[in-house]
């Protein structure tokens, strides 16, 4: 499944971009419920979770394999400092490993990305879990990627 094919592209990434440039700082350092993440830890994670899987996809394209480890997520936002980054450079951040991963998942032969596999990591590693008797493919894994994102973009949007 191609990033474009899921309606997201370098220019889609760029839109979103400009979107987040606008938001108040003050805004998006505060957390958006009690204890949870502000808006700049979410955006941070999403630059996280955006390298990860670049590292994941090209790890399967050249293993042959869709299982993978976990990560620890909070322990990353928290290691990253995220909550004091200056937000402008955050969303650049952000923006640029999105903007990557979209330029990877095009480039990748259908073949690869529609291949299915008996074995995978999806039931602990995937946003939307799959259980791990269900057969699956790296395009699980890139749509997971955008399904993510789409949900984190939302809560980073709303007021």
Not at 64 to 82: K, Q, T
Not at 84 to 111: H, I, N, P, S
Request: aromatic share 10%; glycine share 8%; with cysteine.
């Amino acid at each position: 499944m191609k990033a474009c094919m899921l309606g997201y592209s370098v220019d889609r990434i760029a839109e979103i971009a400009d979107r987040l440039f606008d938001l108040d700082e003050s805004f998006v350092g505060k957390a958006r419920v009690e204890g949870g993440w502000s808006r700049k830890e979410i955006l941070g994670h999403l630059c996280d979770s955006a390298n990860v899987n670049q590292q994941r996809i090209i790890e399967s394209v050249l293993g042959g394999s869709i299982v993978f480890e976990g990560y620890a997520h909070r322990d990353w936002v928290r290691m990253n400092g995220y909550q004091g980054a200056d937000w402008e450079e955050l969303v650049t951040l952000w923006g640029a490993c999105t903007m990557q991963l979209c330029v990877l998942v095009d480039g990748l032969d259908d073949a690869v990305v529609e291949r299915e596999h008996a074995e995978h990591s999806y039931a602990t590693t995937a946003f939307r879990e799959l259980p791990a008797d269900v057969p699956s493919t790296l395009g699980y894994l890139i749509e997971d990627f955008f399904a993510h994102l789409e949900y984190h973009m939302a809560q980073i949007l709303e007021d």
